[in-house]
């Protein structure tokens, strides 16, 4: 695994870079966090290069990588050279993806800027970009050489980008602590420990990423709220005035797959219920209208976990427990839908 640390930039970066004698260094951003981000770490640094790409999902493709690697290029970047990773998950994905294929490989270090990066997408090694319309169709497992997350970037962040990154630390409550999601719950997005809940997300999934590096089996399970949650969010990216974030997306399948477990006798009623009635109240309900459902459903069949034509999804099974490798049909996955539209 590697080193994650949760404490100042200030503290953490220097300690890194005095440890490691990289030959030159490079820093990724996009608009927002050269403008509110950089200027926390650009002290820390000696000369280095800045890479500025357009922000937002819509971006993570390849051509975009292929003007990471011509700025690397441009700046004579040999294998001994580090990229730094500094944003959220689109940008710790497809640098992270860019540095592990860069002439067969250069370090990369991520500094997660946002509450989604910081408890899911910079833990694990798993990097990619969208391929076609396909959420991270193309990608590798790398992992970074040091993980830095200060908890003071999520005061540069939109009250809807916290929200979106806090359905991930629903899910981690959900398949591995259920004392914890019974902590959560009773509380709003603003009355919650953010610090505290990061180390927690952080925690859990280095524990299950651990066991299981390259998704194999256990690793699955974090997964849960992905597969129609991922179906909603590509769907949606194709319509700009619609389109949603990553975690609102996720909160769409939480609530889905949820009912699913429940059909299957999974989860009770009583678990089913406070998932649906937390979630609504925190991200309200996404119009979803019956023309939109099957197109949803078509989706999944491109979804990683699946095998040949089967689409297998990681569901609850039980209060902070989750199991994987689920079968689950298009009739179920459209009833679970027509569910959540109420």
Not at 43 to 59: D, F, P, Q, V
Not at 233 to 238: G, H, Q, V
């Amino acid at each position: 695994m590697s080193d994650v640390r949760i404490a100042p930039i200030a503290e953490t970066l220097p300690e890194f870079l005095e440890k490691h004698q990289f030959s030159a260094v490079a820093v990724l951003v996009d608009y927002h966090t050269q403008k509110f981000c950089y200027p926390l770490v650009k002290n820390w640094l000696s000369k280095h290069t800045i890479i500025r790409i357009k922000a937002g999902e819509e971006y993570k493709h390849l051509h975009t990588c292929e003007t990471i690697w011509e700025a690397l290029t441009n700046a004579n970047f040999d294998r001994h050279g580090l990229l730094l990773n500094l944003g959220g998950g689109v940008i710790g994905d497809m640098g992270g993806f860019c540095a592990a294929t860069y002439k067969r490989g250069i370090a990369f270090a991520q500094i997660p800027t946002t509450l989604l990066a910081q408890v899911d997408a910079s833990v694990g090694g798993k990097l990619g970009i969208d391929f076609h319309g396909f959420k991270n169709h193309i990608g590798v497992f790398k992992l970074p050489e040091t993980v830095l997350i200060d908890p003071v970037f999520l005061q540069t962040l939109p009250e809807r980008e916290l929200r979106s990154g806090f359905a991930e630390v629903i899910k981690h409550c959900l398949i591995a602590d259920a004392a914890k999601w019974d902590e959560i719950r009773r509380r709003d997005l603003t009355e919650q420990n953010l610090s505290e809940l990061v180390a927690h997300s952080v925690a859990v999934k280095q524990r299950v990423v651990e066991q299981d590096p390259t998704e194999k089996g256990l690793r699955k399970i974090l997964n849960f709220g992905h597969t129609l949650g991922h179906a909603v969010e590509t769907y949606f990216l194709a319509q700009p005035r619609k389109r949603l974030l990553h975690g609102e997306a996720i909160a769409v399948g939480m609530v889905t797959e949820a009912f699913l477990a429940h059909q299957k006798k999974m989860i009770d009623a009583t678990l089913l219920a406070e998932i649906e009635e937390y979630i609504f109240s925190v991200y309200g309900k996404v119009n979803l209208t019956g023309a939109d459902v099957e197109p949803i459903v078509a989706l999944t069949l491109q979804d990683k976990k699946n095998q040949g034509k089967q689409v297998r999804m990681a569901l609850l099974d039980g209060p902070g427990r989750c199991a994987f490798d689920i079968p689950v049909t298009r009739a179920e996955m459209r009833q679970a839908l027509d569910y959540y539209r109420g």
